[in-house]
Protein backbone atom coordinates (compact mmCIF):
# COMPACT_ATOMS: atom_id res chain seq x y z
CA UNK A 1 0.00 0.00 0.00
CA UNK A 2 1.28 2.98 -1.22
CA UNK A 3 1.96 5.96 1.81
CA UNK A 4 0.66 9.03 -0.42
CA UNK A 5 -1.69 8.58 -3.19
CA UNK A 6 -2.99 10.91 -5.78
CA UNK A 7 -6.32 9.34 -8.00
CA UNK A 8 -7.22 10.61 -10.35
CA UNK A 9 -7.41 14.39 -8.88
CA UNK A 10 -8.32 17.42 -11.14
CA UNK A 11 -8.59 21.15 -10.01
CA UNK A 12 -10.37 23.29 -12.31
CA UNK A 13 -10.88 26.85 -11.12
CA UNK A 14 -12.74 29.45 -13.09
CA UNK A 15 -10.91 30.27 -15.76
CA UNK A 16 -8.39 27.22 -16.02
CA UNK A 17 -7.75 23.97 -15.56
CA UNK A 18 -4.45 23.26 -13.04
CA UNK A 19 -4.66 19.50 -12.49
CA UNK A 20 -5.84 17.08 -14.91
CA UNK A 21 -7.05 13.30 -13.79
CA UNK A 22 -3.33 12.79 -12.29
CA UNK A 23 -3.02 9.54 -10.18
CA UNK A 24 0.37 9.23 -8.74
CA UNK A 25 1.42 6.73 -5.75
CA UNK A 26 4.46 7.30 -3.43
CA UNK A 27 5.77 4.69 -1.25
CA UNK A 28 7.18 5.67 2.15
CA UNK A 29 10.57 6.44 2.48
CA UNK A 30 10.70 7.36 -1.59
CA UNK A 31 12.23 10.72 -2.58
CA UNK A 32 10.01 12.16 -5.76
CA UNK A 33 10.79 14.95 -7.91
CA UNK A 34 7.35 16.49 -9.32
CA UNK A 35 8.87 18.80 -12.37
CA UNK A 36 7.93 20.74 -15.09
CA UNK A 37 7.58 24.11 -16.33
CA UNK A 38 5.66 27.12 -14.18
CA UNK A 39 1.71 26.52 -14.04
CA UNK A 40 2.22 22.44 -14.90
CA UNK A 41 0.23 22.01 -11.83
CA UNK A 42 3.27 20.70 -9.29
CA UNK A 43 2.56 23.34 -6.46
CA UNK A 44 -1.41 22.95 -6.33
CA UNK A 45 -0.21 19.15 -6.34
CA UNK A 46 1.66 19.19 -3.59
CA UNK A 47 -0.36 21.70 -1.28
CA UNK A 48 -3.30 19.26 -1.57
CA UNK A 49 -1.81 16.70 0.84
CA UNK A 50 -2.14 19.21 3.55
CA UNK A 51 -5.37 20.19 2.01
CA UNK A 52 -4.12 24.47 1.53
CA UNK A 53 -6.14 23.22 -1.76
CA UNK A 54 -8.60 20.98 -2.50
CA UNK A 55 -9.28 18.93 -5.46
CA UNK A 56 -11.98 19.29 -7.86
CA UNK A 57 -12.70 15.78 -8.38
CA UNK A 58 -10.77 12.54 -7.17
CA UNK A 59 -9.07 11.37 -3.90
CA UNK A 60 -6.00 12.77 -2.18
CA UNK A 61 -5.15 9.74 0.35
CA UNK A 62 -2.35 9.32 3.02
CA UNK A 63 -1.47 6.02 4.65
CA UNK A 64 -5.22 5.28 3.70
CA UNK A 65 -7.05 7.70 5.16
CA UNK A 66 -8.54 10.49 2.35
CA UNK A 67 -7.28 14.01 3.30
CA UNK A 68 -10.51 15.21 2.41
CA UNK A 69 -12.48 12.94 4.72
CA UNK A 70 -10.53 14.44 7.62
CA UNK A 71 -12.71 17.05 10.13
CA UNK A 72 -11.16 20.59 10.22
CA UNK A 73 -10.15 20.21 13.72
CA UNK A 74 -8.01 17.49 12.99
CA UNK A 75 -6.21 19.18 9.79
CA UNK A 76 -3.76 20.34 12.43
CA UNK A 77 -2.86 16.26 12.90
CA UNK A 78 -1.89 15.59 9.13
CA UNK A 79 0.26 19.02 9.19
CA UNK A 80 2.30 17.69 11.60
CA UNK A 81 2.68 14.66 10.04
CA UNK A 82 3.64 16.41 7.00
CA UNK A 83 6.56 18.96 6.78
CA UNK A 84 6.27 21.56 4.36
CA UNK A 85 9.49 23.70 2.77
CA UNK A 86 8.20 26.86 0.44
CA UNK A 87 10.74 28.30 -1.96
CA UNK A 88 9.91 32.24 -0.29
CA UNK A 89 10.84 30.24 3.54
CA UNK A 90 7.78 31.81 5.20
CA UNK A 91 10.11 32.52 7.97
CA UNK A 92 9.48 35.23 10.64
CA UNK A 93 11.81 38.14 10.42
CA UNK A 94 11.48 39.30 14.09
CA UNK A 95 12.08 35.88 15.65
CA UNK A 96 16.11 34.61 16.07
CA UNK A 97 16.61 30.86 14.49
CA UNK A 98 15.85 28.98 17.33
CA UNK A 99 12.32 30.75 17.70
CA UNK A 100 11.39 29.85 14.05
CA UNK A 101 11.50 26.88 14.99
CA UNK A 102 10.35 26.67 17.92
CA UNK A 103 6.95 28.34 16.42
CA UNK A 104 6.35 24.62 15.30
CA UNK A 105 6.84 22.96 18.55
CA UNK A 106 4.88 25.84 20.26
CA UNK A 107 1.67 25.43 18.53
CA UNK A 108 1.50 21.66 20.12
CA UNK A 109 2.10 23.11 23.16
CA UNK A 110 5.38 21.68 23.64
CA UNK A 111 6.87 21.87 27.34
CA UNK A 112 9.84 24.32 27.44
CA UNK A 113 12.46 21.64 28.19
CA UNK A 114 10.92 19.66 25.38
CA UNK A 115 11.46 22.78 22.92
CA UNK A 116 14.87 23.20 24.23
CA UNK A 117 15.55 19.33 23.46
CA UNK A 118 14.33 18.96 20.11
CA UNK A 119 15.12 22.64 18.51
CA UNK A 120 19.03 22.32 18.81
CA UNK A 121 18.52 18.40 17.39
CA UNK A 122 17.23 19.88 14.26
CA UNK A 123 19.15 22.81 13.72
CA UNK A 124 22.11 20.52 13.95
CA UNK A 125 21.06 18.18 11.48
CA UNK A 126 20.85 21.41 9.00
CA UNK A 127 24.21 22.61 9.96
CA UNK A 128 22.73 25.99 11.77
CA UNK A 129 23.38 25.17 15.15
CA UNK A 130 25.77 27.57 15.78
CA UNK A 131 23.55 30.32 14.05
CA UNK A 132 20.95 30.19 16.75
CA UNK A 133 20.84 33.33 18.10
CA UNK A 134 21.09 35.12 14.18
CA UNK A 135 18.05 36.57 12.80
CA UNK A 136 16.87 35.69 9.45
CA UNK A 137 17.98 39.03 7.34
CA UNK A 138 21.48 37.54 8.82
CA UNK A 139 21.40 34.32 6.87
CA UNK A 140 22.47 33.68 3.23
CA UNK A 141 19.59 32.21 1.26
CA UNK A 142 20.46 28.69 1.45
CA UNK A 143 20.69 29.16 4.89
CA UNK A 144 17.48 30.65 5.29
CA UNK A 145 16.06 27.37 3.40
CA UNK A 146 17.49 25.26 5.38
CA UNK A 147 16.26 26.91 8.08
CA UNK A 148 12.71 26.09 7.10
CA UNK A 149 13.70 22.37 6.45
CA UNK A 150 14.46 22.54 10.07
CA UNK A 151 11.21 24.05 11.33
CA UNK A 152 9.71 21.50 9.14
CA UNK A 153 11.42 18.93 10.73
CA UNK A 154 10.66 19.57 14.45
CA UNK A 155 7.62 17.09 14.72
CA UNK A 156 9.94 14.24 12.75
CA UNK A 157 7.24 14.31 10.06
CA UNK A 158 6.53 11.07 7.93
CA UNK A 159 6.97 13.64 5.14
CA UNK A 160 8.68 16.47 3.73
CA UNK A 161 7.49 18.70 0.94
CA UNK A 162 9.32 21.29 -0.62
CA UNK A 163 7.60 23.02 -3.07
CA UNK A 164 10.66 24.61 -5.31
CA UNK A 165 13.20 24.90 -2.31
CA UNK A 166 16.28 25.75 -4.53
CA UNK A 167 13.90 28.56 -6.61
CA UNK A 168 15.30 31.75 -4.91
CA UNK A 169 18.83 30.68 -3.92
CA UNK A 170 22.50 30.18 -5.99
CA UNK A 171 23.95 26.97 -6.87
CA UNK A 172 25.99 26.46 -3.85
CA UNK A 173 23.36 26.61 -1.69
CA UNK A 174 21.68 24.43 -3.41
CA UNK A 175 23.75 21.97 -3.09
CA UNK A 176 23.87 22.33 0.72
CA UNK A 177 19.96 22.34 0.68
CA UNK A 178 19.82 18.84 -1.71
CA UNK A 179 22.25 17.40 0.87
CA UNK A 180 20.39 18.19 3.82
CA UNK A 181 17.10 16.45 1.88
CA UNK A 182 19.10 13.65 0.65
CA UNK A 183 19.67 12.99 4.37
CA UNK A 184 16.83 13.60 6.25
CA UNK A 185 15.07 11.08 3.23
CA UNK A 186 18.08 8.37 4.09
CA UNK A 187 16.63 8.23 7.83
CA UNK A 188 13.40 6.63 6.69
CA UNK A 189 11.45 10.79 5.73
CA UNK A 190 9.48 10.48 2.05
CA UNK A 191 10.37 13.85 0.22
CA UNK A 192 8.27 15.13 -2.06
CA UNK A 193 9.74 17.96 -3.98
CA UNK A 194 8.42 20.08 -6.63
CA UNK A 195 10.78 22.17 -8.51
CA UNK A 196 11.72 23.38 -12.16
CA UNK A 197 15.71 22.74 -11.07
CA UNK A 198 17.27 21.04 -14.01
CA UNK A 199 20.72 20.74 -12.29
CA UNK A 200 19.75 19.53 -8.77
CA UNK A 201 17.49 16.80 -10.74
CA UNK A 202 20.04 15.77 -12.62
CA UNK A 203 22.45 15.32 -10.02
CA UNK A 204 20.23 13.60 -7.43
CA UNK A 205 19.19 10.23 -9.49
CA UNK A 206 15.74 10.18 -8.22
CA UNK A 207 12.15 9.35 -8.88
CA UNK A 208 11.09 12.03 -11.76
CA UNK A 209 7.48 12.42 -12.21
CA UNK A 210 7.16 14.97 -15.37
CA UNK A 211 4.11 17.59 -15.23
CA UNK A 212 2.75 19.95 -18.11
CA UNK A 213 -0.25 21.91 -18.40
CA UNK A 214 -1.51 19.54 -15.47
CA UNK A 215 -1.48 16.49 -16.42
CA UNK A 216 1.56 13.77 -16.03
CA UNK A 217 3.51 12.99 -18.65
CA UNK A 218 6.30 10.78 -17.74
CA UNK A 219 7.19 9.07 -14.56
CA UNK A 220 10.40 7.82 -14.43
CA UNK A 221 12.76 6.28 -11.70
CA UNK A 222 16.35 7.32 -11.46
CA UNK A 223 14.99 10.04 -13.93
CA UNK A 224 16.12 13.13 -15.42
CA UNK A 225 14.67 16.60 -15.96
CA UNK A 226 13.52 16.04 -19.43
CA UNK A 227 12.97 12.49 -20.11
CA UNK A 228 9.62 11.87 -21.51
CA UNK A 229 8.95 8.63 -22.01
CA UNK A 230 7.35 6.49 -19.02
CA UNK A 231 8.47 3.58 -16.99
CA UNK B 1 -0.56 29.92 29.31
CA UNK B 2 2.75 31.89 29.55
CA UNK B 3 3.10 31.95 25.67
CA UNK B 4 -0.48 33.03 25.75
CA UNK B 5 0.59 36.03 27.53
CA UNK B 6 3.70 36.70 26.23
CA UNK B 7 2.07 36.79 22.90
CA UNK B 8 -0.83 39.16 23.80
CA UNK B 9 1.48 41.16 25.21
CA UNK B 10 3.96 41.68 22.41
CA UNK B 11 1.09 42.69 20.24
CA UNK B 12 0.27 45.27 22.74
CA UNK B 13 3.68 46.40 22.48
CA UNK B 14 3.98 46.45 19.06
CA UNK B 15 0.39 48.67 18.35
CA UNK B 16 0.73 50.61 22.11
CA UNK B 17 -0.66 54.05 20.24
CA UNK B 18 -3.20 51.90 18.75
CA UNK B 19 -4.36 49.91 22.01
CA UNK B 20 -4.45 52.91 24.68
CA UNK B 21 -7.22 55.14 21.79
CA UNK B 22 -9.02 52.04 21.47
CA UNK B 23 -9.00 51.78 25.60
CA UNK B 24 -10.07 55.56 25.90
CA UNK B 25 -12.34 55.71 23.07
CA UNK B 26 -14.07 52.24 24.61
CA UNK B 27 -13.61 53.57 28.42
CA UNK B 28 -15.90 56.59 27.70
CA UNK B 29 -18.35 54.41 26.13
CA UNK B 30 -18.47 52.45 29.37
CA UNK B 31 -18.51 55.74 31.35
CA UNK B 32 -21.53 56.88 29.49
CA UNK B 33 -22.88 53.72 30.20
CA UNK B 34 -22.31 53.96 33.81
CA UNK B 35 -23.74 57.20 34.18
CA UNK B 36 -26.81 56.18 32.02
CA UNK B 37 -27.35 53.19 34.20
CA UNK B 38 -26.77 55.55 37.82
CA UNK B 39 -29.35 58.10 35.95
CA UNK B 40 -32.03 55.63 34.99
CA UNK B 41 -31.28 54.18 38.73
CA UNK B 42 -31.75 58.25 40.37
CA UNK B 43 -34.61 58.64 38.37
CA UNK B 44 -36.42 55.09 39.01
CA UNK B 45 -35.49 55.95 43.27
CA UNK B 46 -36.93 59.41 42.32
CA UNK B 47 -39.98 57.93 41.05
CA UNK B 48 -40.11 55.25 43.69
CA UNK B 49 -40.09 58.34 46.67
CA UNK B 50 -42.65 60.05 45.12
CA UNK B 51 -45.11 57.48 44.84
CA UNK B 52 -44.32 56.82 48.43
CA UNK B 53 -45.13 60.18 48.98
CA UNK B 54 -48.22 60.20 47.32
CA UNK B 55 -51.03 60.50 48.83
CA UNK B 56 -55.02 60.93 48.93
CA UNK B 57 -55.91 63.94 51.58
CA UNK B 58 -59.94 63.52 51.99
CA UNK B 59 -61.33 66.62 54.19
CA UNK B 60 -64.40 66.43 55.73
CA UNK B 61 -67.09 68.99 56.20
CA UNK B 62 -67.10 70.46 59.55
CA UNK B 63 -70.80 68.49 60.32
CA UNK B 64 -69.40 64.78 59.88
CA UNK B 65 -68.14 64.34 63.13
CA UNK B 66 -64.65 62.53 64.24
CA UNK B 67 -67.39 59.01 65.12
CA UNK B 68 -68.50 59.24 61.24
CA UNK B 69 -64.61 59.69 60.11
CA UNK B 70 -63.45 57.24 61.79
CA UNK B 71 -66.36 54.72 60.94
CA UNK B 72 -66.08 55.26 57.08
CA UNK B 73 -62.08 55.10 57.85
CA UNK B 74 -62.68 51.70 58.67
CA UNK B 75 -64.69 50.90 56.08
CA UNK B 76 -62.12 51.95 53.76
CA UNK B 77 -59.35 49.90 55.30
CA UNK B 78 -60.99 46.85 54.43
CA UNK B 79 -60.60 47.86 50.63
CA UNK B 80 -57.47 46.04 48.83
CA UNK B 81 -56.13 49.04 47.62
CA UNK B 82 -55.11 50.75 50.41
CA UNK B 83 -51.96 50.40 51.93
CA UNK B 84 -52.81 52.88 55.12
CA UNK B 85 -55.10 54.94 56.10
CA UNK B 86 -54.50 57.72 58.82
CA UNK B 87 -56.93 59.93 60.49
CA UNK B 88 -55.58 63.75 61.23
CA UNK B 89 -58.24 65.44 63.34
CA UNK B 90 -58.93 69.38 63.31
CA UNK B 91 -56.75 69.47 66.45
CA UNK B 92 -53.91 67.51 64.97
CA UNK B 93 -54.24 69.55 61.86
CA UNK B 94 -54.23 72.94 64.05
CA UNK B 95 -50.82 71.60 65.20
CA UNK B 96 -49.19 70.80 62.06
CA UNK B 97 -50.30 74.01 60.83
CA UNK B 98 -49.05 76.26 63.78
CA UNK B 99 -45.79 73.79 63.69
CA UNK B 100 -45.28 74.91 59.54
CA UNK B 101 -46.30 79.05 60.70
CA UNK B 102 -44.52 79.28 64.14
CA UNK B 103 -42.91 81.85 62.97
CA UNK B 104 -46.04 84.00 62.05
CA UNK B 105 -47.93 84.52 65.05
CA UNK B 106 -49.96 87.13 63.88
CA UNK B 107 -51.75 84.59 61.62
CA UNK B 108 -51.90 82.43 64.42
CA UNK B 109 -53.66 84.21 67.20
CA UNK B 110 -56.84 85.02 64.34
CA UNK B 111 -57.10 81.07 64.02
CA UNK B 112 -58.92 78.55 66.42
CA UNK B 113 -58.55 74.65 65.84
CA UNK B 114 -62.02 74.54 64.69
CA UNK B 115 -61.35 76.28 60.97
CA UNK B 116 -59.18 73.44 59.94
CA UNK B 117 -61.19 70.37 58.23
CA UNK B 118 -60.48 66.66 59.72
CA UNK B 119 -59.42 64.37 57.04
CA UNK B 120 -58.13 61.07 56.28
CA UNK B 121 -54.54 60.29 54.73
CA UNK B 122 -55.18 57.47 52.62
CA UNK B 123 -51.72 55.49 51.08
CA UNK B 124 -52.61 52.81 48.29
CA UNK B 125 -50.37 49.84 47.51
CA UNK B 126 -50.18 50.94 43.80
CA UNK B 127 -49.57 54.67 42.69
CA UNK B 128 -51.97 54.23 39.81
CA UNK B 129 -55.24 53.71 42.46
CA UNK B 130 -55.13 56.66 43.91
CA UNK B 131 -57.09 58.67 40.55
CA UNK B 132 -60.25 56.05 40.88
CA UNK B 133 -60.42 55.92 44.56
CA UNK B 134 -60.36 59.72 44.73
CA UNK B 135 -62.98 59.71 42.02
CA UNK B 136 -65.32 57.19 44.66
CA UNK B 137 -64.34 58.84 47.53
CA UNK B 138 -65.37 62.68 46.22
CA UNK B 139 -68.29 61.20 46.09
CA UNK B 140 -68.69 59.68 49.63
CA UNK B 141 -71.38 61.61 52.33
CA UNK B 142 -69.88 64.25 54.48
CA UNK B 143 -66.75 64.67 52.27
CA UNK B 144 -66.00 68.33 51.13
CA UNK B 145 -62.99 67.92 49.09
CA UNK B 146 -60.14 65.10 48.01
CA UNK B 147 -56.69 66.28 46.94
CA UNK B 148 -53.77 64.54 45.55
CA UNK B 149 -50.67 65.48 43.28
CA UNK B 150 -51.44 63.37 39.76
CA UNK B 151 -49.82 65.81 37.59
CA UNK B 152 -46.76 65.77 39.15
CA UNK B 153 -45.95 62.41 39.73
CA UNK B 154 -47.33 61.47 36.04
CA UNK B 155 -45.34 64.46 34.71
CA UNK B 156 -41.84 62.95 36.60
CA UNK B 157 -42.95 59.53 34.93
CA UNK B 158 -43.02 60.88 31.52
CA UNK B 159 -39.47 62.83 31.72
CA UNK B 160 -38.01 59.43 33.83
CA UNK B 161 -39.62 57.27 30.53
CA UNK B 162 -37.79 59.35 28.23
CA UNK B 163 -34.56 59.53 30.25
CA UNK B 164 -34.84 55.80 29.99
CA UNK B 165 -35.43 55.62 26.10
CA UNK B 166 -32.73 58.23 25.31
CA UNK B 167 -30.30 56.28 28.06
CA UNK B 168 -30.86 52.69 26.72
CA UNK B 169 -30.72 54.09 22.85
CA UNK B 170 -27.42 56.03 23.40
CA UNK B 171 -25.73 53.15 25.88
CA UNK B 172 -26.97 50.70 22.60
CA UNK B 173 -24.94 52.95 20.22
CA UNK B 174 -22.03 53.03 22.37
CA UNK B 175 -21.71 49.52 22.84
CA UNK B 176 -22.36 49.03 18.72
CA UNK B 177 -19.21 51.71 18.86
CA UNK B 178 -17.24 49.73 21.32
CA UNK B 179 -18.06 46.28 19.61
CA UNK B 180 -16.66 47.56 15.88
CA UNK B 181 -13.48 49.04 17.89
CA UNK B 182 -12.69 45.47 18.83
CA UNK B 183 -13.52 44.02 15.52
CA UNK B 184 -11.31 47.08 13.43
CA UNK B 185 -8.35 46.51 15.98
CA UNK B 186 -8.77 42.79 16.14
CA UNK B 187 -8.66 42.66 11.95
CA UNK B 188 -5.68 45.23 11.92
CA UNK B 189 -4.37 42.46 14.75
CA UNK B 190 -4.89 39.85 12.17
CA UNK B 191 -3.61 41.48 9.12
CA UNK B 192 -0.19 42.54 10.70
CA UNK B 193 -0.18 39.09 11.83
CA UNK B 194 -1.03 37.80 8.75
CA UNK B 195 2.48 36.36 8.01
CA UNK B 196 2.93 34.19 11.64
CA UNK B 197 -0.61 32.96 11.57
CA UNK B 198 -0.09 31.64 8.15
CA UNK B 199 3.03 30.05 9.10
CA UNK B 200 1.58 28.35 12.56
CA UNK B 201 -1.52 27.17 10.61
CA UNK B 202 0.91 25.29 7.94
CA UNK B 203 3.05 23.84 10.91
CA UNK B 204 0.08 22.31 12.25
CA UNK B 205 -1.54 24.63 14.48
CA UNK B 206 -5.01 23.91 15.40
CA UNK B 207 -7.25 26.41 15.08
CA UNK B 208 -8.20 27.06 18.96
CA UNK B 209 -4.12 27.73 19.34
CA UNK B 210 -4.42 30.94 16.81
CA UNK B 211 -7.79 32.00 17.67
CA UNK B 212 -6.80 31.67 21.91
CA UNK B 213 -4.21 34.51 21.66
CA UNK B 214 -6.87 36.55 19.66
CA UNK B 215 -9.91 36.33 21.76
CA UNK B 216 -7.82 36.74 24.97
CA UNK B 217 -6.51 40.39 23.52
CA UNK B 218 -10.15 41.06 22.84
CA UNK B 219 -11.39 40.37 26.42
CA UNK B 220 -8.25 42.26 27.50
CA UNK B 221 -9.81 45.49 25.89
CA UNK B 222 -13.22 45.00 27.02
CA UNK B 223 -12.00 44.77 30.75
CA UNK B 224 -9.57 46.96 30.48
CA UNK B 225 -11.50 49.88 29.12
CA UNK B 226 -14.32 48.89 31.82
CA UNK B 227 -11.52 49.11 34.63
CA UNK B 228 -11.09 52.46 33.80
CA UNK B 229 -14.50 53.66 33.57
CA UNK B 230 -15.31 51.61 36.92
CA UNK B 231 -12.58 53.67 38.54
CA UNK B 232 -13.83 56.99 37.64
CA UNK B 233 -17.53 56.08 38.11
CA UNK B 234 -16.72 54.82 41.39
CA UNK B 235 -14.26 57.47 42.77
CA UNK B 236 -16.93 60.47 41.70
CA UNK B 237 -20.27 58.86 43.06
CA UNK B 238 -18.29 58.03 46.01
CA UNK B 239 -17.52 61.92 46.10
CA UNK B 240 -21.07 62.55 45.28
CA UNK B 241 -22.32 59.84 48.49
CA UNK B 242 -19.88 61.35 51.38
CA UNK B 243 -21.29 65.37 50.62
CA UNK B 244 -24.83 63.42 51.47
CA UNK B 245 -26.17 64.25 48.60
CA UNK B 246 -27.62 60.70 46.59
CA UNK B 247 -26.33 58.87 50.13
CA UNK B 248 -30.17 57.87 51.06
CA UNK B 249 -32.09 56.37 48.26
CA UNK B 250 -34.72 54.18 47.69
CA UNK B 251 -33.96 50.75 45.77
CA UNK B 252 -36.10 50.18 42.76
CA UNK B 253 -38.20 46.68 42.62
CA UNK B 254 -37.21 46.22 45.88
CA UNK B 255 -39.50 47.91 48.73
CA UNK B 256 -38.01 49.62 51.78
CA UNK B 257 -34.51 49.00 50.27
CA UNK B 258 -32.17 51.77 50.20
CA UNK B 259 -28.51 52.50 49.18
CA UNK B 260 -26.12 55.17 48.41
CA UNK B 261 -24.88 56.00 44.87
CA UNK B 262 -21.58 54.95 45.92
CA UNK B 263 -22.77 51.34 46.71
CA UNK B 264 -24.69 51.46 43.66
CA UNK B 265 -21.81 52.47 41.79
CA UNK B 266 -19.95 49.01 42.66
CA UNK B 267 -23.05 46.99 41.47
CA UNK B 268 -22.86 49.51 38.54
CA UNK B 269 -19.21 48.40 38.02
CA UNK B 270 -19.72 45.21 38.25
CA UNK B 271 -22.23 45.09 35.76
CA UNK B 272 -20.09 47.45 33.09
CA UNK B 273 -16.85 44.85 34.18
CA UNK B 274 -19.10 41.70 32.87
CA UNK B 275 -20.88 43.96 29.72
CA UNK B 276 -17.33 45.11 28.91
CA UNK B 277 -15.72 40.66 28.70
CA UNK B 278 -18.58 40.01 26.92
CA UNK B 279 -18.57 42.71 24.46
CA UNK B 280 -14.72 42.07 24.20
CA UNK B 281 -15.33 37.91 23.67
CA UNK B 282 -17.73 38.33 20.97
CA UNK B 283 -16.09 41.59 19.09
CA UNK B 284 -12.88 38.73 18.76
CA UNK B 285 -14.65 36.22 18.18
CA UNK B 286 -16.42 37.54 15.19
CA UNK B 287 -12.75 38.99 14.11
CA UNK B 288 -11.71 35.89 14.16
CA UNK B 289 -14.59 34.32 11.90
CA UNK B 290 -15.12 37.23 9.43
CA UNK B 291 -11.27 37.88 8.92
CA UNK B 292 -9.13 34.64 9.71
CA UNK B 293 -11.86 32.42 8.11
CA UNK B 294 -11.79 29.69 11.21
Known sequence: MAQIEFKNVTKEYEDFIALKEVTIFIEKGEFVFIVGPSGAGKSTLIKMLIRDEQPTSGEVVFEDKNVLDIPREDLCNLRRRIGVVFQDFKLLDSKTVFENVAVATEVVDCPKEEIDAVVPNVLNMVGLLDKRDKYPVQLSGGEKQRLSIARALAHEPDVLIADEPTGMIDPVASDEVMIVLERINEMGTTVVMATHDEVVVNKMKKRVIRMKNGSIVSDKKKGKYDEQSDE | MSNLMNSMLANLKRERLLVITNIVVMSISFLVLGIFTSVIFLSQSMLKYL???????????????????LKYKTELEKDERVLSISYVSKEDAFNIFTEANKDEPILLESLSSDILPASLEIRTKDVRDL???AESISKAEGVEEVKFFEDVI???????????????????????????????????????KGKELEIQRLVGASDAFIKRPLLVQGIFFGIASALVSSIVLITVSFILSSSGLYSNLNVPFIPGAKTSLGVFSLFDSLLILISGGVLGYFGSLSAVKRYLKI
Open chain 2, 51 to 69: ENQAQLMVFFKDEFVEEKI
Open chain 2, 131 to 133: APM
Open chain 2, 154 to 192: DRFRSISLVVHIVGFVLVGLLLLVSYSIVLATLRMTISA
